[in-house]
């Protein structure tokens, strides 16, 4: 099987080799090494799992929307998304793995595509690749590149903004009575009128995820029978300390059957350290996954480490209510592991 070493995450321990790990991976995933004492992790080669979200509204649940959660791994192409990186020199046989999710909903007039995806690179910049994109009522775009350069552990983050002002007609308005002048767009939802702001970067402690591969180390957690893992994950500018823990076993009843479940808590702290970097983030709680806050619940399969499930709250602020609880909930899966089967009814 062919491993992937991800040369950035090592960064500090560049002296000490990899700890060999004896048990079996799993068939058809690709391993990603993070360096010592770290949690490798797997991407499984073409696997997509797909959920309902639901909210509890006392009385009842309501679908609001779909998640599918999906990972493939295909042969690295040197060079790409990144020029002036340097590749392996075995450039020939290496492989990149990419984890995704989609959720798509509607709730009202209020429609919402979100895609996460991360690229996990055999290269030093970026070595992961996160991407946050949403479209709907609502048009953002976020990129986020993990990697060595300088010497550095570095996170490069960019997002984009409405266009404060610039030549290109397509931004302009038509004017409001005859004899007036088409201006600029002041302020609107329109994807086209976005502009990329000015990439920030930043040093990054070793081993730092972003939240979508955090979810894929839950899985490793149970695979590989462990009780808890600590490990650093950024959002936007920001890292966070994540802390992952085992907790009780339960049965999860779905639409394809009822899975033997292992329950991992996905808790996130504020580090001390972290505190002048940006105002504005400073006010603002990590946003989870699925825009989750607080402690995650995951749910996963005893064996496989296929999550069943995800619980946690939504921060919604509605008259009498600020939070709803969500329920994400397996449906239809593709491609998991041989082993990933529902318990006999
Ligand atoms: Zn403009
Ligand atoms: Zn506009």
């Given amino acids: 099987m062919l491993r992937l070493l991800l040369p950035a995450l090592l960064i500090g321990s560049l002296a000490v080799p990899a700890a060999e790990d004896n048990s079996a991976p799993p068939a058809g995933n690709l ?12 991407i499984p080669r073409s696997e997509s799992l797909e959920f309902d979200v639901e909210i509890d509204i006392g009385i009842a649940d309501l679908d609001v929307g779909d998640v599918e959660l999906s990972s493939g791994v295909d042969a690295y192409v040197p ?3 990144s020029a002036t990186a340097k590749a392996p020199k075995n450039g020939d046989d290496l492989e990149r793995g990419w984890v995704r999710s989609v959720a798509t909903g509607s709730y009202l007039s209020y429609r919402l595509e979100h895609e996460l995806k991360t690229r996990i690179l055999p290269q030093t910049f970026p070595a992961l690749f996160h991407t946050d994109s949403q479209r709907g009522s609502e048009n953002r775009n976020r990129e986020l590149k993990i990697g060595v350069r300088d010497g550095a552990l570095t996170a490069e983050f960019r997002s984009d903004a409405h266009c404060k002002g610039c030549t290109n007609r397509e931004h302009f308005n038509e004017p409001k009575w005859i004899w007036g002048k088409a201006e600029h767009c002041r302020k609107c939802k329109k994807l086209e009128h976005r502009a990329w702001k000015d990439a ?5 402690p070793a081993g730092t995820l972003d939240m979508l591969s955090a979810v894929y180390l839950a899985r490793t957690l149970v695979r590989e029978d462990l009780e808890t ?3 650093p994950v950024i959002d936007r500018q920001k ?3 994540v802390t992952l823990t085992r ?4 049965r999860i009843k779905t639409d394809s059957g009822t ?3 292992q329950l991992v808590q996905l808790a996130t702290s504020f580090l001390a350290e972290e505190n002048d970097k940006d105002e504005e983030q400073n006010s603002s709680t990590f946003s989870g ?5 607080g402690t995650i619940q995951i749910w996963l399969e005893r064996k496989t480490g296929v999550p069943v499930l995800i619980e946690g709250e939504l921060p919604i602020p509605l008259p009498l209510v600020d939070k709803l609880d969500v329920r994400v909930r397996l449906k239809r899966y593709k491609n998991t592991p041989a082993e990933f089967k529902p318990l006999p009814k």
């Fill in 259 to 261: 899975f033997d479940c």
């Fill in 229 to 231: 893992t600590t490990f």
């Fill in 247 to 250: 907790g009780k076993t339960r």
């Fill in 79 to 81: 060079g790409l998304p």
């Fill in 289 to 293: 996954l699925f825009g989750i806050q």
């Fill in 239 to 241: 890292v966070w300390e």
């Fill in 31 to 42: 391993r990603v090494d993070r360096g010592p004492g770290m949690l490798a992790l797997y």
């Fill in 200 to 204: 920030v970067s930043r040093e990054i």
